[in-house]
């Protein structure tokens, strides 16, 4: 039996006590807030989205960073294990669109109840309101860790699971990166990711709390095409948000910090350019006397009208059966591809995860434990991994905390 000591209550700190506590080890849990799972909380707006039920494939296709370190915790510890592991402990889960896993009774506090309740009976003791200030070890391996009072706690193993940058207010204040980087370790340039976008043009703002669903987004660096998917949106007074928004941000936030790039919005996606021109013709000739503004109301939601009657260049006032043929085939082109500009991301306080964090290269993927520091294991998103929404980051923190906790004798 060993001593363990895990920094961080959050979901992958909660996880890796119960596997390091299953082995029979002694664990101590320190958590710098009033209570753990403060940010697990929040997630999948306050339902908590624990998984994604897809298979492998979607699982590596939808991490962003360095998806191949997850080849050994990913099918050491699959979702197929995470919806068992919860349904044991008495968290019942359903399965949603996009195979996202929730809860049934859609309360994160539950998730959060059910890995206490296994923690309690393991006899994980953890310590609340209690900061780890340092991680102390050298190259023979991990020796102790240091509170903010100064008091000092040996172990045989230490687990950081700090999380990252993002969502300050819960804690994840990227003190993990600081305790990596004073043993040796490096870490990566972290960025807000999954987080909103900001749009230069002004007419953004006329369109706040517009909420599309069923449009297809397109981001351009320059020419070339570096995002593409199909789903929901939403407008902000700053810019851009929803599902859509958030994943696109996390293939595109790095490249953002030195220049701007093309959003492209096809608001019609079903229907091609041909098709298109067919529907607002039918549109025009049921509204031939009315005025342009007045005719194409059944296209788009009511606060969408006045901006598109801009960006199209017609005249508001113009009666339909004056406008012209180029002019329609123009207004066709601008429902095809609605563009914005981005010009930057929100701020770690926005965002959902962080990207970046302790390289990956300096980690063993089977274990979690460090190369560099012996009995110094690395979990969750303080690690260099981030993915997509829709449940994938969670399943990074049970699949890595689940390696780590099981790893330690």
Known sequence: MSKVVVIGGGAAGMFASVFAARNGNEVHLFEKNEKTGKKLFITGKGRCNITNAGDMETLFRSVVSNPKFLYSSFYGYTNEDVISFFEEIGVKTKIERGNRVFPVSDHSSDVINGLEREMKKLGVKVHLN????????????????????????????????????????????????????????????????????????????????????????????????????????????????????????????????????????????????????????????????????NAITKLFPAKLIPVMVMLSGIDAEKKVNEVSKEERMEFVRLIKHFTLTINGTRSFREAIITQGGVKTKEVNPATMESKLVPNLYFVGEVLDLDALTGGFNLQIAWSTAYMAGSSIW
């Open 130 to 293: 209690t900061k780890v200030k340092s991680v102390e070890g050298n190259e023979e391996g991990f020796r102790e860790i240091v509170l903010s009072n100064g008091e000092k706690v040996t172990a045989d193993a230490c687990i950081v699971a700090t999380g990252g940058c993002s969502y300050q207010p819960t804690g994840s204040t990227g003190d993990g990166y600081r305790m990596a980087e004073s043993v040796g370790h490096t870490v990566t340039e972290v960025y807000p990711a999954l987080v909103p976008l900001e749009i230069k043009e002004d007419f953004v703002g006329e369109l706040q709390g517009l909420s599309l669903r069923n449009v297809e987004a397109t981001i351009y660096d320059g020419k070339k095409e570096i995002y593409s998917d199909f789903g929901e949106m939403l407008f902000t007074h700053y810019g851009v948000s929803g599902p859509l928004m958030l994943s696109a941000s996390s293939c595109i936030t790095k490249k953002l910090q030195d220049r701007e790039m093309k959003l492209v919005i096809d608001l019609k996606p079903a229907l091609s350019e041909e098709q298109l021109n067919q529907r607002v013709l039918r549109d025009f000739e049921e509204n031939k006397n009315k005025q342009f503004r």
